[in-house]
Nanobody, 123 residues
Framework: LQLVESGGGLVQPGGSLRLSCAASGFTFDNSAIAWFRRAPGKEREGVSCISTDDGRPHYANSVWGRVTISSDTDSNTVYLQMNDLKPEDTATYYC?????????????????WGQGTQVTVSS
């Protein structure tokens, strides 16, 4: 099982990025896929999560109204569209997967992780 993130980069404040999380060797059926991030010197925190059985998205308060999570079951890819990015969004972003699970902000419930993609918001 492998998750591959992409789409990170350097963006100015107020800019946008779309992160992708692609599954290799499995599908996202009946699963929870979450985005977490770890900023320098801080603990990893949940950003967004989607449950593929009902498609219901969940967002952390820190990104509410600025990000949208979506899933494409045909390509087994989950996207995180991030708008109005702020310097405090600078972090390494990870996607995580767990079969037969509902969304959660508890990272220990996810057993498959990607390698991370760096997002830097700076002028």
């Amino acid at each position: 099982l492998q998750l591959v993130e992409s789409g990170g980069g350097l963006v100015q404040p107020g800019g946008s990025l779309r992160l992708s999380c692609a599954a290799s060797g499995f599908t996202f059926d009946n699963s929870a896929i979450a985005w977490f991030r770890r900023a320098p010197g801080k603990e990893r925190e949940g950003v967004s999560c989607i449950s593929t059985d009902d498609g219901r998205p969940h967002y952390a308060n820190s990104v509410w109204g600025r990000v949208t999570i979506s899933s494409d079951t045909d390509s087994n890819t989950v996207y995180l569209q991030m708008n109005d990015l702020k310097p405090e969004d600078t972090a390494t972003y990870y996607c995580a997967f767990e079969r037969y699970s509902h969304c959660s902000w508890h990272e220990h419930l996810f057993h498959t992780w990607g390698q991370g993609t760096q997002v830097t918001v700076s002028s």
